[in-house]
């Protein structure tokens, strides 16, 4: 994990950018889970009034095959605390009002089993027929074109401060699977 954080003036500005790696062993399994997470992060500030943050994520399991094995996730958000503008200094009662918004995209497994993108066929000798030598056994049908579930998630809120003592914060969001 890299981290950046430095004032310059009224201006602020952050980043981070992390890289994680999973090899996740179970008891009964031979082979490890394997998942990697990536992401960037950058935020800008103005005077602690105006604020905006990108975030960019790339991931990978080994569960989706190789065309589908990493997805992208995106997301930007802004806010503006308008309780620091001078038009508002006066109003002393008033410790806080800010507006936010934000979009981006998640992702998530789907609960799949392992290696949904490999047909499951097993075979075995004998059966009931002796000259037929070997049968097959079906299991798991290959999806090659499989991914990660992505989500859309949009969120518009205002968070509000009186007398120093109450605090209010007010979310509308949606979130779209697919």
């Given amino acids: 994990m890299l981290n950046y954080d430095r004032d310059f003036g009224l201006h602020h500005v952050s980043g981070l950018g992390y890289a994680y790696y999973q090899g996740l062993h179970h008891v009964n399994e ?37 065309d589908h094995r990493f ?24 410790t806080n009002l800010k507006l936010k918004a934000s979009y981006g995209v998640t992702a ?41 579930e992505k989500i859309t998630k949009q969120n518009y809120g205002i968070d509000l401060g009186l007398f120093n003592d109450l605090a209010l914060g007010v979310d509308f969001f949606s979130d779209r699977m697919g």
């Fill in 108 to 148: 998530q497994d789907m609960g799949i089993g392992r290696y949904v993108y490999l047909d499951n066929d097993t075979w075995g000798g004998g059966g009931p027929i002796g000259t037929l030598q070997y049968y097959i056994n079906e299991g798991q049908v290959a999806n090659p074109i499989i991914e990660p």
């Fill in 30 to 66: 031979a082979l490890p889970y394997k998942r990697l997470h990536t992401g960037l992060e950058a935020i800008y500030s103005y005077d602690q009034k105006y604020i905006v943050k990108a975030d960019y994520g790339y991931s990978g399991s080994e569960a989706y095959g190789p």
């Fill in 71 to 94: 997805t992208a996730t995106p997301a930007v958000s802004a806010a503006w605390v308008a309780s620091r503008e001078s038009f508002l200094k006066d109003y002393t009662w008033l």
